[in-house]
C-alpha cells in the first residue's frame, strides 16, 4: 500500500477536535462485519447520534469506498438504523486495502486515523495475535483502544502469554476483550433480578439453592462454520467463554457499583474461585456429537458428514460440564452449565433450584416440587415455581409458575458491546486475568477428552440430547 491509498481528506491525529475518533475494522469483509459489527454500530449511532466518528473498514481485498458505503449502508439499514448521524458516517466512510499483519500497511492505516484510534480485530484469532505482534514493533498512537474477539488464547498459557504481548504496547486499560454475549439484555437482567430485589438476593446462597443450572441449548445446527467450530467445539466455543461470564454474574457478591472496576473485580473473584466439581472431570462432564435428525422440519446430516468436518477430530457439538464456586455464598452448591447444537425444545436459561421445604405440615396433600427461579438466557423471561393451595379442595397443594417477561434492550449485542469500547466503560469486557482463569477452568476436562477418559457420545439432531444423559445428582 502507497501514500496515495490513504483516503483523500483524512487527518492524522493530535489537533481534532476531542469527539473525533476513529473506529478501524480489521477484517471489515468478513461475515462478523456485516452481519453483526455493523448493525450495532448502527443502532448505537442511532440512539445516541455519536457524532465525529470516522468509519474505515479494512481487508487484504480491494474494494472501493463506494463498495463499503454500500455495505455499511445496507448494515445499518437491516439493524434498522437511521437518522442524520447515522447517514453522516455512512456518508464518511472509507475503505483501505491493507494486510493486517504487514507493518507498512499498518504505518500506513495507523497515519489516515482522526482523533483517538480504536482498532477492531474482526479477524481469525491466530491472525489477530500476528496482527498484534506486528503492532508491538511499530508502535500505536497514545490513547489507541484495541477490541478483540474469542477465543484470547487456546489455553491459560497462551492466553497470558496474549496478555503480555499486549500490554507490550498498550496498558491494559486500553484492551476490550469483548464477548457478545454480556450485551444481551437478558443476560444484564441477571444483574437487576439479583440486586434490586431484596425478596430474591438474600435466598441465593448455599443455605436456600440445592444446585444452580445454566443452559444455552441451539436449534442451529454447524451452519457452514467447520473452519471456525471443528476442533473447537461446544466446551471452547460457549462454555469457557460466554457461559462461564454468565456463572460469575450469577455468582458474584453484590458491588458496590456497575461501574467497571467493583463489578470487574467481582466477577474475578469467582472466576478464581471455580474448578470442575470434586476435581474429577471424568465424573462430572460429558460431550456428544448429533448424528442425522431433524429440527422444526429441517433436515441434519450427521455432524461427521457436514461439509468441512473432520471426523477424527472427536469435536463435540454437546458438552457439559458441573462446577464448584468455592466461596462462603456458593460452597457446596453445584453449578451444571451446559450448551448443545441441533437440539429439539431447547432451553437457554439459568435456573436456581431451590432446597426443599423444611417440612410440609401434616393435612396438606398433592406434590410439593421444589420451587426453581429460572431468567430466560434467550427469551425475554422470568419464572418463579411456586407451591399454592389449589382450587377445590384447600388442603391440596397445587404447583404455579409466575411470569414476567422483559423488554427488548435499546441496542443489539454489539451496540452494547461497542457502547462500552467507544466511550470508554468496560463491565462487558474481559479482563486480562480473567481470560487467564476461564482457561485454567476448563483445562483438566480438555485433558480428560483429550486422553478419551470421557466418551463422546451421539445423539439425534432434534431430540434433548443422548438418551443415556438424565439429570445428575452429586
Same mark, same amino acid.
Given at each position: ?28 469483509r468478513g461475515d462478523l462485519a456485516s ?19 470516522? $468509519?474505515?473498514? @479494512? ?23 437511521s437518522g442524520p448521524a447515522v447517514d ?47 503492532? &508491538? ?10 477490541? $478483540? ?8 498459557? @497462551? ?15 486500553? %484492551? ?28 441465593? @446462597? ?34 469457557? &467463554? ?8 450469577v455468582a458474584m457478591s453484590p458491588p ?65 460440564? %458441573? ?15 451446559? &450448551? ?104 483438566? %476436562? ?29
Amino acid at each position: 500500500m502507497s501514500a496515495a491509498d490513504v483516503p483523500t481528506g483524512v487527518r492524522t491525529g493530535g489537533a481534532d477536535d476531542d469527539r473525533t475518533q476513529t473506529l478501524l475494522v480489521l477484517g471489515a469483509r468478513g461475515d462478523l462485519a456485516s452481519r453483526l459489527l455493523l448493525p450495532g454500530l448502527g443502532g448505537l449511532i442511532a440512539a445516541s447520534s455519536l457524532s465525529g466518528l470516522f $468509519l474505515v473498514g @479494512s481487508d487484504r481485498g480491494e474494494g472501493s469506498d463506494e463498495e463499503w458505503r454500500t455495505v455499511v449502508a445496507e448494515a445499518f439499514a437491516a439493524g434498522g438504523a437511521s437518522g442524520p448521524a447515522v447517514d453522516a458516517v455512512v456518508r464518511d466512510a472509507r475503505y483501505v486495502a491493507a494486510d493486517a499483519t504487514d507493518e507498512n500497511d499498518l504505518r500506513r492505516l495507523l497515519e489516515g486515523r482522526r482523533g483517538r484510534l480504536t482498532l477492531y480485530f474482526a479477524l481469525p484469532p491466530a491472525v489477530t495475535v500476528e496482527a498484534c505482534r506486528t503492532l &508491538s514493533g511499530t508502535g500505536v498512537p497514545d490513547g489507541t483502544r484495541l477490541v $478483540l474477539e474469542k477465543p484470547f488464547g487456546t489455553d491459560a498459557a @497462551s492466553a497470558a502469554s496474549l496478555n503480555d504481548l499486549l500490554h507490550g504496547f498498550v496498558p491494559e486499560s486500553h %484492551v476490550h476483550r469483548v464477548d457478545h454475549f454480556l450485551g444481551m439484555s437478558t443476560v444484564l437482567n441477571i444483574l437487576g433480578v439479583r440486586f434490586a430485589n431484596r425478596v430474591i438476593e438474600p435466598m441465593l @446462597s448455599s443455605e436456600h439453592v440445592e444446585k444452580v443450572d445454566i443452559v444455552f441449548d441451539e436449534t442451529l445446527g454447524l451452519e457452514g462454520r467447520a473452519g471456525f467450530y471443528d476442533g473447537t467445539g461446544a466446551l471452547r466455543d460457549m462454555i469457557q &467463554s460466554h457461559l462461564l461470564q454468565v456463572l460469575a454474574l450469577v455468582a458474584m457478591s453484590p458491588p458496590s457499583t456497575l461501574d467497571q472496576l467493583d463489578v470487574r473485580d467481582a466477577k474475578a473473584q469467582v472466576l478464581r474461585a471455580t474448578r470442575v466439581w470434586d476435581d474429577s472431570p471424568e465424573r462430572f462432564s460429558r460431550r456428544a456429537r448429533y448424528t442425522a435428525g431433524s429440527v422444526d422440519g429441517r433436515s441434519f446430516p450427521s455432524y461427521v458428514d457436514e461439509p468441512g468436518v473432520d471426523p477424527a477430530l472427536g469435536t463435540e457439538t454437546l458438552a457439559e460440564t %458441573v462446577f464448584a464456586v468455592d466461596t462462603w455464598r456458593w460452597a457446596g452448591v453445584p453449578f451444571r452449565v451446559r &450448551s448443545g447444537k441441533a437440539i429439539g425444545s431447547p432451553r437457554q436459561e439459568v435456573t436456581f433450584w431451590f432446597k426443599d421445604a423444611q417440612r410440609v405440615p401434616a393435612g396438606l396433600a398433592g406434590d410439593a416440587p421444589r420451587n426453581r427461579l429460572r431468567i430466560g438466557l434467550g427469551a425475554g423471561r422470568l419464572q418463579l415455581d411456586l407451591n399454592i393451595n389449589g382450587p377445590g379442595d384447600p388442603s391440596t397443594l397445587t404447583p404455579v409458575t409466575l411470569e414476567t417477561r422483559f423488554g427488548p434492550g435499546e441496542l443489539f449485542e454489539y451496540g452494547e458491546v461497542l457502547r462500552g469500547v467507544l466511550e470508554d466503560e468496560k463491565p462487558l469486557s474481559v479482563r486480562d486475568d480473567m481470560s487467564v482463569e476461564s482457561w485454567r477452568i476448563v483445562e483438566p %476436562v480438555l485433558d480428560a477428552w483429550r486422553a478419551d477418559r470421557v466418551p463422546l457420545d451421539a445423539y439425534p439432531a432434534g431430540s434433548a440430547g443422548p438418551a443415556a444423559w438424565e439429570e445428575r445428582e452429586t
